[in-house]
């Protein structure tokens, strides 16, 4: 199968996450306006939406009306972790990877051999 690419909304939300793990972000911070970031990158604000909106649903920012988004703390972020990880196969599985890539991924990234599954 081709290299698909990631989503740009999730490329988004993927560099936020990792700025906020590098303690560049912290806890509290406000994260630009939709508009603000959309600038920035040079996409779309309904694109950074997104991100954040995928970012608040899985409890690592939250929103304050008319005030912004901001980087939820440790205990916000207790979310289910089988439905991230659902979500995430539905999102492999919506850029085109079959059950097989995916099971085939996962052994490799855990050591095992596929075919001794």
């Not at 999730?10 to 806890?27: D, P, Q, T, V």
């Not at 604000?45 to 005030?67: D, H, S, W």
């Not at 979500?87 to 001794?116: H, Q």
């Amino acid at each position: 199968m081709a290299q698909q690419k990631m989503s740009l909304y999730i490329m988004i939300g993927e560099n936020i996450r990792r700025r906020i793990a590098a303690g560049l972000i912290k806890e509290g911070d406000k994260l630009p306006s939709c508009r603000e970031c959309a600038v920035q990158l040079g996409v779309n604000p309904n694109t950074v939406q997104r991100a954040y909106t995928m970012l608040e649903e899985q409890g690592v920012v939250f929103t304050i009306a008319k005030k912004g988004v901001f980087v939820s703390s440790g205990r916000r972020q207790n979310i289910d972790r089988a439905k991230v990880l659902a979500a995430k196969v539905a999102e492999l599985r919506g850029m085109g990877y079959s059950r097989e890539e995916i099971e085939r991924t996962l052994s490799a990234v855990y050591g095992r051999d596929p075919a001794s599954v």
